[in-house]
């Protein structure tokens, strides 16, 4: 029981979920506060509260911290540039997905890309919102198949979760 609960804590378990939100990458700095004012965002709405949340990224090797873990967020350490990461994210299953950028670099569009173009053949429904750096990448995030697209702002994670419930809200900060 100690090894499983071991193996949960430190984004090693298979979840097997089905109409979550997946979360892929993880700010930089600040990441704890982005995700729980974004998980308390989703959950005070009426599509998001009672769905599950989790969190693929290649931070916290040791386990999500503890306000992450009392919203009952849900953790996989790995990468959504990877089969095998999206694959143990049950990302084919979720109901809405949200990529955020890396790092605030340009280089960053293209692992953003990368991702998109790995959950392409997974035939999901849902929304797909994608951070991009440069602008002149949007066109190339969009066609990449992220039904809404941003810039990462990392103090309004609210805006990540208006533009996945209400598609098109995004569009007045462009």
Avoid at 53 to 72: C, D, F, K, M, T
């Amino acid at each position: 029981r100690a090894s499983k609960r071991l193996e949960k804590i430190q984004g090693r378990w298979r979840w097997n979920l089905k109409d979550h939100v997946l979360l892929i990458n993880a700010p930089a700095t600040g990441a704890d506060f982005y995700f729980e004012t974004l998980v308390r965002e989703l959950r005070a709405t009426e599509w998001g509260s009672e769905r599950g949340v989790l969190i693929l990224a290649e931070e916290w090797p040791n386990g999500l911290p503890a306000s992450l873990q009392r919203l009952n967020v849900l953790h996989v350490h790995g990468s959504g540039a990877t089969e095998d990461g999206l694959e143990a994210a049950d990302a084919a299953r979720a109901a809405a997905i949200i990529v955020l950028a890396r790092e605030a670099e340009t280089q960053s569009d293209a692992i953003t890309f990368d991702i998109l173009h790995r959950l392409g053949p997974l035939a999901r429904d849902g929304p797909v919102v994608a951070e991009f750096v440069d602008e002149r990448h949007r066109e190339r995030i969009c066609a990449a198949g992220a039904s809404a697209v941003l810039r990462p702002m990392r103090g309004y994670p609210e805006m990540m979760v208006r533009a996945m419930i209400a598609p098109g809200s995004e569009q007045i900060i462009v």
